[in-house]
């Protein structure tokens, strides 16, 4: 027999089965289209793609990611993927990066979970009920948990410190609790006002009164009047007097104290006592105001030598300063005569001064300050020149020709031979948002930015990258339905081509970027060239690779990240 047998494209055989070997079970036949493998189907190579309605598997356990080898380390989440359709799919597996299972940011729900700890990294939404059905702690969403039945036993409640079992702060009601439900303690006790009312007491002997019964305090004593004040006070000593129904002190001043003498002086008092001597001699007194003088006539004291001297002194000095003022008085009295000459004796000196200013102020010497100053009090006022063209053009600075070139007007075309530069990079505008160029005509315009945009009323105020659709109670919206067809685009974040600019500002109306690169709001993996449609997340593209979705695509990828969750990727609106 032939070990091999050599057919052209095709085998065509007649019959209903085919027997590959001797043994009984191994039989390929068809069933009504089906070809059914009686026996055991073993695969060396690689099968890439099996479908199949139903799998039964006979191993306790199915090995995922077999082809890696011992020596290579994991890298990447292992576990299945549920298809869902028009909906998102489902995975549930080993996530790597946390080295634990997971579902892969979607809910898990399951009607009993037995572990040694639960960690909770999330929050905790629901509540708990005991086996018997009642809800043991209810977890409201605001921060706060009721517990409405058990008790709290053996563990710490609030802080720690100052003791256990004590809570950081308390609130409770008081329209159901009142300090009749708390026990009294032997120190911090109730407050009563009988209790109040008997910690009060007056000094014994004092003429006050105090009711503990009633918590009056009285003044039981005779009350102080403004008469036995006066009957209280007394005065001593000459000229003084009182009137104690009145209360007013007054000086009775004498008429005549006498003459004084060094014996008879006032010291204090108007009885005339003994004080201080009077001066016997002038230099006794302070010559304040120059009444000493050459002449001393009047005076009976008797002079000292000393004072004899020192006044002899004073006259050498004066006598000095005057003979030295008279000395020169004759050179001032010249330079005064001189001075008055010089001015003609003009008391005021204007007219000497006007006719000075009038010898130097010559017209041809003004003539040549006409242009730098003010002159209207001059004489022979030249004309100042109004017009450019009134003055020398004496450095070239303007030129017929330069004026279309240099130089920008008000009127008429102007005609730009060059380029027209800014001072600083991005930081002048041509036109203003009230003020705009009618038409702009140019063969090629560079932009920075890479989107082309228009403004839409949106319904909230949303952040550049969101994915929006038209709808809602404005002209645009977000979704959460996958691949939703009545997609718009995604909110620019520097748009290149603005359009609609006058429709609102960006939290009313922001710019839809409708073509070109904008950074867009993503969750799960994706790749560069993918197809970007609506996602259940609201606000968030989703890749469906390269399936057809039809007008639900609105973009194509230009990333590749193939983390779960949400990002922001680079995108291209097509």
Not at 26 to 38: C, D, F, R, S, Y
Not at 333 to 346: E, G, Q, R, V
Not at 389 to 405: H, V
Not at 522 to 530: L, T
């Amino acid at each position: 027999m032939a070990e091999q047998i050599k057919f052209g494209d095709r085998l065509f055989l007649k019959g209903e089965k085919l027997i590959l070997d001797s043994v009984a079970n191994a039989v390929i036949k068809p069933n009504q289209g089906t070809l059914e493998i009686e026996g055991n189907l073993l695969v060396s190579g690689t099968t890439t793609t099996v479908n199949s309605e139903t799998v039964s598997i006979a191993d306790p356990f199915m090995l995922l990611n077999g082809d890696l080898t011992s020596s290579t380390a994991p890298t990447e989440p292992v576990g299945i993927e549920i298809n869902r359709g028009s909906s998102d799919n489902k995975k549930f597996g080993w996530d790597e990066t946390n080295s634990k299972f997971s579902t892969f940011s979607d809910d898990l729900k399951t009607a009993a979970i037995e572990a040694t700890d639960i960690v909770l990294t999330g929050s905790l939404v629901g509540d708990i009920a005991s086996e018997l059905g009642d809800t043991i702690i209810d977890v409201t969403g605001n921060g706060t948990v009721d517990i409405n039945s058990g008790n709290i036993d053996g563990t710490v409640i609030g802080a720690t410190a100052p003791a256990q079992a004590t809570f950081t702060s308390l609130t409770w009601s008081t329209t159901s609790n009142t300090t009749d439900d708390l026990t009294e303690g032997t120190t911090n006790q109730y407050y009563t006002d009988a209790r109040a009312r008997a910690a009060i007491s007056m000094n014994a002997g004092s003429e006050l009164t105090y009711d503990p019964a009633t918590g009056i305090i009285s003044f039981s004593g005779n009350y102080y009047q403004d008469s036995d004040a006066r009957q209280a006070i007394s005065v001593t000593g000459n000229e003084i007097g009182y009137d104690n129904t009145t209360g007013v002190i007054s000086y009775d001043a004498p008429t005549d104290f006498g003459l004084l003498t060094d014996t008879n002086v006032i010291s204090g008092s108007t009885g005339g006592s003994t004080g201080s001597s009077l001066p016997t001699n002038v230099s006794s007194l302070f010559n304040d105001a120059g009444y000493v003088t050459q002449s001393y006539q009047g005076f009976s004291a008797d002079w000292q030598a000393d004072d004899v001297t020192n006044l002899n002194a004073a006259k050498a000095y004066t006598d000095q300063e005057i003979s030295a003022v008279i000395d020169v008085a004759p050179l001032q009295l010249n330079t005064l005569k001189k001075l008055a000459a010089a001015i003609n004796n003009d008391a005021t000196y204007n007219d000497t001064i006007q006719a000075q200013i009038n010898g130097l102020a010559v017209a041809s010497n003004l003539s040549t300050v006409a242009t730098t100053g003010s002159f209207n009090d001059l004489l022979d006022q030249p004309t100042i020149p109004v017009n450019i063209s009134d003055l020398p053009n004496d450095s070239g600075y303007l030129t017929s020709g330069d004026l279309p070139t240099n130089y920008m007007i008000n009127n008429g075309n102007n005609t730009v031979a060059g380029s027209i530069t800014p001072l600083n990079d991005a930081s002048f505008s041509l036109g203003t948002p009230t003020k705009r160029w009618e038409y702009v005509y140019g063969e090629t315009v560079e932009a920075t930015y890479a989107d082309l945009a228009e403004r839409y009323e949106a319904d909230d105020v949303y952040e550049p990258g969101t994915v929006l659709i038209f709808g809602g109670d404005k002209e645009v919206t977000k979704t959460d339905v996958h691949t939703d067809y009545r997609v718009a685009g995604v909110v620019s974040t520097n748009p290149a081509y603005k359009m609609n600019s006058d429709a609102g500002a960006d939290d009313t109306h922001p710019y839809i970027a409708l073509r070109g690169r904008v950074p867009c709001k993503v969750v799960g993996p994706v790749a560069k060239g993918d197809l970007m449609v609506t996602s259940s997340v609201k606000g968030h593209a989703k890749s469906v690779a390269g399936a057809d979705m039809g007008r639900a695509v609105f973009a194509k990828s230009l990333t590749n990240d193939a983390s779960e969750g949400s990002k922001i990727i680079e995108v291209v609106i097509l």
